[in-house]
């Protein structure tokens, strides 16, 4: 049973610049959910995402916009990118978090540089 | 507002020795805690969680957790390190809004396993 599998693992952008990452929950999972995690800190909440409708948000601009697709893949795009977008980008995956004990399970990350 | 504090940055201890990583929360009503640990280029991995079910929660690999109301902590330890506990370690709580459930991260405690 693969786990939660993220695309790519690093990515090099220059300021300006859009990306796109990409997320794969665990299998069984419904609910994804992105965090940014800066150098040294701790993983900051984006948004999440179930049945393909973002249904919270944390405290980040509109430039960081994201989507899930039928089979509960999500991507998450950040347009012109700042300097300050660099960061480890974390995606979360759990079965319709409803509880506060529902447990989130991570992928590996993907790692964005912005020069 | 829901919050974790984890009260040390960095912690070293000899192999063999017990590890203390300390852990405070501030919430308004029964939170649920979580311990993750995160080694280098590898996602984020759950240790244990505290559900109400019972104080003293025990996790994967010798990791345990007390939850202290009156003292608003979950401290995590373990009797004796391994040198592959060398990891990141975050507190986390979970926070509720919009009848879905987000983590709010601590800043992390990297502990150091020395020989």
């Known amino acids: 049973d693969a786990g939660v599998t993220q695309s790519p693992t690093h990515l090099i952008k220059t300021r300006g610049q859009q990306v796109t990452l990409r997320c794969s929950p665990k299998s069984g999972h419904d609910t994804v959910s992105w965090y940014q995690q800066a150098l040294g800190q701790g993983p900051q909440f984006i948004f999440q995402?179930?049945?393909?409708?973002?249904?919270q948000r944390g405290n980040f601009p509109d430039r960081f916009s994201g989507h899930q697709f039928p089979n509960y893949s999500s991507e998450l795009n950040v347009n012109a990118l700042l300097l300050g977008d660099s960061a480890l980008y974390l995606c979360a995956s759990s079965l319709a978090v409803r509880t506060s004990t529902d447990t989130q399970y991570f992928g590996p990350g993907t790692r964005l540089t912005v020069l | 507002a829901q919050s974790v504090t984890q009260l040390d940055s960095h912690v070293s201890v000899s192999e063999g020795t017990p590890v203390l990583l300390r852990c405070n929360y501030s919430?308004?009503?029964?939170?649920?805690l979580f311990w993750y640990v995160q080694h280098p280029n590898k996602g984020l991995q759950l240790l244990l969680k505290y559900t109400s079910a019972a104080t003293l929660v025990k996790g994967i690999n010798g990791f345990e957790a007390e939850f202290k109301k009156s003292e608003t902590s979950f401290h995590l330890t373990k009797p004796s390190a391994h040198m592959s506990d060398a990891a990141e370690y975050f507190c986390v709580v979970s926070d509720q809004n919009s009848g879905t459930y987000k983590y709010i991260f601590g800043t992390g405690t990297r502990l150091k396993v020395l020989a």
């Open positions: 995402y179930y049945e393909e409708e973002e249904r």
């Open positions: 919430s308004s009503y029964s939170p649920s």
